[in-house]
């Protein structure tokens, strides 16, 4: 575990620009797949503010994934429709289903893997290219949670590989991987060993990117400004500090402290501020500039993502796989995503976002911005949910006022949905298809691209 202190350089973790964006016309896409193609098209990309992502989220793009900054945007409008149609069809596929992910290029196409050779015609009436494999994601995830009670150090990191499907084992000691099988009785065919020279570490180090101070000396990064009732504060990574913490601000001004926090298990913590302090609806982006925040809609497997830290500056890369599992040396942390920015020691606690939607805070990874790395991030919603969290975005949301109740049924803003939760809505049932924080404006019927009428 790296703290640094108040001199040490940190790295808050901006991330900018995985919007799972809708896919324009010409491009393999679900537009068939709805009876108003048009509408989910515009609906994915303007749910989730494609055409509103920063100048400086594209030129980190521009630089380190080789685009043009028509090529960046048009790759994030294309991957929000892949990932919503890829949540349609996990809804459509259920026990089958074993995958999506996009390829990564401009075009942002979409696979959907299923075990199930009739599902084949279904997901290439969408658009997306099917691929029939030997292992349903449930069961490949379901090995993942056996290894994880067992799992040391000596093999920190598993994840599924849905392009693969695979299950992976990083092992940075010869054998671990295979004491790990033998221990949990994990069938070896499920499995895939891989040796890493180096383990995943936390990165130690009121607007998302800036720093702050633990007990006056540790420092990490804001991840996400949010409310909580008339309380307002940031979300970061638990291993940053326990409750109780106080925490001084970037500019070593008493700021508030830290109200709950887990690591390991998961690597989540928010800390309220007092009234010096206000949150605002932005992360610190390249050179300084505020990038805002609208959404918190997690990128599908494949998509571009970026981040700012105070350490390293803007870094872009890819999503690797989500619900990874990471054995630090203070034990097992469960659940977050992995990708290919770069960060180095200093970098916890900021945030990762995608265009404008929020992902995560940092937990850790292995490399520098020198010769490359992975990261690891805490996904942001299971946070706000954890802790009962307001996510800080455009327009702030005050929910109905006087003589303006909801119209009827479950559906309520300011509550995170997860992947298949069910509501009732102006008289209609709607099941999720994307997680997220609700908020004014993505009432189910306006908002096809996360909700899908029953």
């Not at 992502?53 to 960046?72: F, I, N, W």
């Not at 010096?276 to 599908?300: D, E, F, I, R």
């Not at 970026?306 to 390293?312: D, E, I, P, Y």
Request: hydrophobic letters at 35%; one cysteine or more; charged letters at 15%.
């Amino acid at each position: 575990m790296l703290r640094r202190h108040a001199r040490a350089a940190c790295t808050a973790l901006v991330a900018a620009g995985l919007a799972m964006a809708g896919l324009q016309a010409g491009t393999a896409t679900a537009a068939s797949y709805d009876q108003d193609p048009h509408a989910t098209a515009r609906s994915a990309a303007s749910t989730l503010g494609v055409d509103a992502t920063r100048p400086e989220v594209l030129r980190a793009m521009e630089r380190d994934l080789g685009l043009t900054r028509s090529q960046a945007l048009t790759r994030l409008v294309n991957e929000a429709e892949a990932g919503a149609t890829a949540a349609r069809l996990r809804q459509d596929l259920g026990g089958a289903y074993a995958g999506a992910w996009v390829d990564g290029t401009e075009s942002g196409r979409l696979t959907v893997a299923t075990t199930r050779a009739a599902d084949t015609a279904v997901i290439r009436a969408t658009g997306a290219t099917p691929r029939l494999v030997g292992h349903t994601l449930a069961t490949l995830e379901r090995a993942k949670d056996a290894l994880d009670r067992s799992a040391t150090a000596d093999a920190p990191v598993r994840y599924v590989d849905v392009r693969a499907n695979v299950l992976v084992v990083e092992e940075t000691r010869a054998g671990a991987g295979a004491r790990l099988l033998g221990a949990t009785g994990v069938p070896g065919s499920l499995v895939r060993i891989v040796r890493a020279e180096e383990a995943p570490r936390p990165l130690y180090d009121i607007r998302g990117g800036d720093a702050y101070y633990m007990n006056g000396s540790g420092r990490c990064s804001v991840g996400f400004p949010i409310t909580r009732g008339t309380t307002q504060g940031f979300a970061t990574a638990g291993h940053c500090g326990r409750a109780g913490t106080t925490t001084t601000g970037f500019n070593q001004v008493a700021q508030g402290s830290f109200q709950a926090s887990v690591f390991p298990g998961n690597d989540m913590a928010w800390v309220a501020a007092n009234s010096n302090w206000t949150a605002t609806p932005y992360v610190k982006g390249s050179g300084g500039a505020n990038v805002q925040v609208t959404g918190s809609v997690l990128a599908p497997v494949g998509s571009s993502i970026c981040r700012s830290g105070s350490t390293t500056g803007w870094n872009c890369g890819t999503v690797q796989q989500h619900n990874t599992s990471v054995t630090y040396q203070e034990g097992t942390v469960s659940g977050v995503t992995r990708t290919t920015v770069c960060a180095e020691p200093g970098d916890s606690g900021g945030s990762y976002i995608s265009g404008s939607q929020a992902q995560g805070v940092t937990s850790g990874g292995t490399g520098n911005c020198s010769s490359g790395g992975t990261t690891y991030f805490q996904p942001l919603n299971p946070i706000l949910q954890n802790y009962g969290l307001t996510l800080k975005t455009t327009g702030t949301d005050p929910g109905p006022g006087p003589g303006e109740p909801q119209p009827g049924g479950t559906w309520t803003t300011g509550k995170v949905y997860a992947a298949g939760d069910t509501v009732t809505y102006g008289g209609a049932s709607y099941r999720c298809l994307q997680g997220h924080q609700s908020t004014t404006g993505w009432e189910p019927p306006n908002v096809p691209a996360l909700w899908q009428r029953l």
